[in-house]
């Protein structure tokens, strides 16, 4: 219990330091993108305290935070986005995920295990031999792409902390009867009606990944079915526990929950690259896509200055990196650039 409480103790400071730095920072105040944009660096003499953390403790740190009655979620975020970083410096490709196997399955030799009932069939066991992998996403020469599961996506709630809950998906905008679409080639695993889900398909795709569509209005497939990319899966609809229509969009790996917004931009709906690094972490992977740029946070550097060097706005920035304007930047973290 001490011990927790040192660890508050910390992040609290934390926060009373980053709210310190929004004030007093003449440049940040000068200039309209940079009111609160906030940089920790080697000499705050906060930075030494959480850049020695290892990956390891930082996760343990988070899952502390998470018993409390009150979390903060951001910071959790903050924290969270840090300890990813540091377990991206231990990287090792031990395994390369091959496109297609000797099987009707999808991704067979990655499961063992073909469910149609149950959503989450998928005990720790598979995942606990991981640590880095590279996942292809597309296969331009046999065909096998990407297609966005709706046409003209407007995000309206987003992955992660919702509500003192976890969102282990994101939420898209949609009419009733709106065409909901494959996003990779793969074979229909579910295809039912959930309590909470409601009308809900799982494919399991041939990279490994499973996607799921909830809150379905209409089911257009069955389990079993072969799926090519961008097939219409069902209509869009409001059903199971969902106010107001809009489509819960899920893209797992091994049944653990990835932020759809590491893979796709759905600003421009499509990939934001062809290949992932997934590294596993406690509870889920951690994801770089890989052959993207990067920016590697500078003492001085804010928002601004880093979009300009870059021919980007700050909300461009923000929008890659799934960010908001007030991010804390920490010298030596990396941000996506393009
Ligand atoms: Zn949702």
């Known amino acids: 219990m001490a011990k927790l409480k040192g660890k508050i103790a910390l992040l609290l400071a934390l926060i009373l330091s980053v709210s310190f730095h929004s004030y007093g920072n003449e440049e940040e105040r000068t200039n309209r993108d940079t009111v609160s944009a906030l940089v920790i660096t080697p000499t705050n003499p906060l930075y030494k305290s959480i850049s020695t953390l290892s990956g390891e403790k930082i996760v343990s740190m988070i899952d502390s935070l998470l018993e409390l009655e009150n979390i903060p979620i951001g910071l959790i975020k903050e924290i969270n986005d840090y300890a990813e970083n540091q377990l991206l410096k231990h990287d090792f490709y031990n395994s390369l995920t091959n496109y297609y196997e000797n099987s009707a399955i999808p991704s067979n030799s990655t499961y063992g295990k073909?469910?149609?009932?149950?959503?989450?069939?998928?005990?720790?066991?598979i995942t606990k031999n991981d640590t880095s992998l590279v996942l292809t996403l597309t296969d331009k020469k046999n065909n096998c792409n990407f297609i966005a599961p709706l046409q003209d996506p407007v995000v309206t709630s987003n992955f992660g902390w919702r509500h003192g809950r976890n969102h282990n998906g994101i939420d898209l905008d949609l009419q009733v009867w709106?065409?909901?679409?494959?996003?990779?080639?793969?074979?229909?695993?579910?295809?039912l009606y959930?309590?909470?889900?409601?009308?809900?398909?799982?494919?399991?795709?041939?990279?490994?990944?499973?996607?799921?569509?909830?809150?379905?209005?209409?089911?257009?497939v069955k389990a079993g079915d072969i799926i090519e990319a961008g097939q219409v899966i069902g209509l869009g609809g409001n059903s199971g526990q969902s106010t107001g229509s809009h489509l819960h969009y899920e893209i797992r790996y091994k049944g653990?929950?990835?932020?759809p917004k590491h893979l796709i931009s759905f600003k421009k709906?499509?990939?934001?690259?062809?290949?992932?690094?997934?590294t596993k972490q406690k509870w889920n992977y951690s994801i770089l896509p890989l052959g993207l740029k990067y920016h590697t946070i500078q003492r001085g550097d804010f928002m601004f200055k880093i979009a300009n060097r870059y021919g980007l706005t700050v909300n461009e920035l923000c929008e890659i990196n799934g960010i908001r304007r007030n991010k804390v930047l920490i010298v030596g973290r990396k941000l996506r650039i393009k």
């Open 114 to 125: 073909w469910d149609t009932r149950n959503i989450s069939p998928y005990n720790e066991s």
């Open 178 to 191: 709106d065409p909901v679409r494959a996003s990779f080639d793969g074979m229909v695993r579910i295809s």
């Open 194 to 220: 959930h309590p909470g889900y409601g009308r809900v398909v799982v494919i399991r795709h041939y990279n490994g990944l499973e996607t799921l569509y909830a809150h379905l209005h209409r089911l257009k």
């Open 256 to 259: 653990k929950p990835l932020n």
């Open 269 to 278: 709906n499509e990939l934001l690259s062809d290949s992932l690094l997934l």
